[in-house]
């Protein structure tokens, strides 16, 4: 008889109960949703996402928090995955978060088929991505203001010596004393994109 501590120890795991670890400890959001898109079961971390208690997220569907501009795109993938055409997808889109401000999520879905290839499940996996997403349109933002000030603020003519400020072209003397506040010496002019004696 096997008396080691592994064989009688009360706390050895069973491939069912490391499963249901793995499942409900994940660092990212894991959840069992039915083909009609019923929450079947859900983990600490999609909880903690959508700010939803497992119990009311249970009693709900992923179309009830998605945001409607990005509910198309996702029932057309669990269309095309019912039909067989896909075996899994994987989509950025949108919750509502149970305060009402909207987060982003990375979505990877599969589907769990019967042995007569009847649909049973979907495993989805979820990722928060709304701190990479606010980055991503502050860079866009940031770009879109650098283009602003090149087209629309700035513009220097480089043949006629001139620049244009707030719609107004100026010589690019009276830019530089005016604007820019530096001092000119008598006779110092600037031509050719250099300053030389006018002599």
Known sequence: MDSSPAASSPDRL??????????????????LVSPEGK????????????????AEL???????????????????????????TIDNYQMEKRYFHKNGSIVWVLLSVSLVRSKSGEPLLFISQIQDITRQKASEQQLVQAAAEIKRLQEGLLKVCTWTKRI???????????FLTKHLHLKLTPGMSVQGGRMFDGR
């Open 14 to 31: 069973t491939p069912d109960s490391l499963f249901q670890s793995a499942f409900e400890f994940a660092a990212i959001g894991m959840a």
């Open 58 to 84: 249970l009693k709900r569907t992923f179309q009830d928090i998605t945001h409607p501009d990005d509910l198309d795109a996702d029932l057309a993938n669990v269309e095309k995955m019912l039909e067989g």
């Open 164 to 174: 244009q400020v707030d719609g107004q072209w100026l010589p690019m003397d009276e």
């Open 39 to 54: 929450w079947l079961r859900v983990n600490r971390s999609i909880c903690e996402i959508t700010g939803y208690s497992e």
